[in-house]
């Protein structure tokens, strides 16, 4: 069995130091962000902003590469190349998608959705795997980083939703999900990540766990989602980059910006001269390119905002 690749995780950016009280002249100030530029501001949002869903982030301050400093992700050669990657990722996977799939939107995602109803957001690009968005009723959504929500054959292309997928694992894996049935009447169950993945229990080892095949070419089946070492499809990083071009602004909620194929969008809004406020607690890498930066929690922010501007 070839073991994972060890990788650092790099780009943990710093904790804040100072908080940004949010007042009624802050809220204001944020108010007139979206007044000024007339419906066409474009949201940036990253794992901070599911946080209060129960969804834990990467970089925060108890975000699973800060804490769990031996973490490692699976890296997108593994998943196409190794069998026991694949294991190991559809098992652990097994446990974790299901209470992935039940956290709901919070103030924040509708708070997004809200503002884009109200025509002060013309879209919103997430860095975001789980839906929340548009679950809230955001409308104009691109998903940078792809969605947890179905499975793709890397052979011939099919897709599949990831719910069918999970019933397929189900039938092959009989006493992974009556292990599973126990550990939710005990309410035992493993702790998550971000991306819909869990620590296994120690008592369970990934090595027997079986994994579906595409009935039409045989090919091995991945989340539509870009791991570690894979790349944005061309066609979603050109609808990126038009977005922040039909865009006058951009609102940056909830992410470290830790990741390129964001960050370079915001290095492409500054290069246009455009507007970009950040609201997030704790260092970005878009920090010296911000206009406004606000030390403090998207949750206390965005939605008194669209209070505001909705009455």
């Known amino acids: 069995m070839a073991p994972s690749a060890r990788i650092k995780i790099k780009n943990l950016y710093g904790l804040p130091k100072a908080h940004t009280p949010v007042t009624a002249a802050l809220l204001e100030t944020v108010c007139d962000f979206f007044r000024r530029h007339q419906g066409r501001v474009l949201g940036l949002t990253g794992a901070g902003v599911s946080v209060p869903s129960g969804i834990p982030d990467y970089r925060g301050a108890h975000g699973t590469y800060r804490v769990h400093g031996e973490y490692t992700p699976i890296l997108h050669h593994e998943l196409v190349t190794q069998h026991a990657s694949r294991q190991r990722y559809w098992a652990r996977s097994f446990f974790g998608i299901r209470p992935a799939f039940r956290a709901e939107p ?31 009723g955001s409308r ?94 061309d066609a979603v990083r050109s609808r990126s980059y038009r977005m922040v071009d039909e ?39 878009g920090d010296g390119d911000a206009t406004l930066k606000l030390e403090t929690a998207a949750e206390d922010v965005l939605p008194p905002v669209a209070a505001k501007l909705r009455s």
Not at 108 to 136: K, M, P, S, W
Request: overall charge neutral.
């Open 106 to 136: 919070n103030g924040i995602h509708r708070a997004f959705a809200e503002l884009e109803a109200i025509q002060y957001l013309h879209g919103l690009i997430t860095q975001n795997v789980d839906g929340l968005h548009l679950q809230a």
């Open 247 to 285: 865009s006058a602004a951009l609102l940056v909620c909830g992410t470290s910006l830790a990741t390129f194929s964001a960050y370079r969008l915001v290095r492409h809004a500054r290069e246009q001269g455009k507007e970009v406020v950040i609201v997030n607690y704790g260092e970005t890498r």
């Open 140 to 233: 104009n959504v691109l998903e940078l980083h792809g969605t947890l929500k179905r499975v793709q054959c890397l052979g011939c292309g099919s897709l599949e939703s990831r719910d069918e997928f999970q019933r397929r694992l189900e039938r092959l894996n009989p006493q992974w999900a009556e292990f599973w049935r126990q550990m939710v009447r005990s309410g035992e169950e493993p702790q998550r990540r971000p991306d819909g993945d869990v620590d296994l229990p120690p008592n369970l080892q990934y090595g027997s766990f079986k994994y579906p095949q595409c009935p039409d070419c045989h090919g091995h089946y991945m989340p539509t989602v870009v791991f570690f070492g894979g790349n944005v499809a």
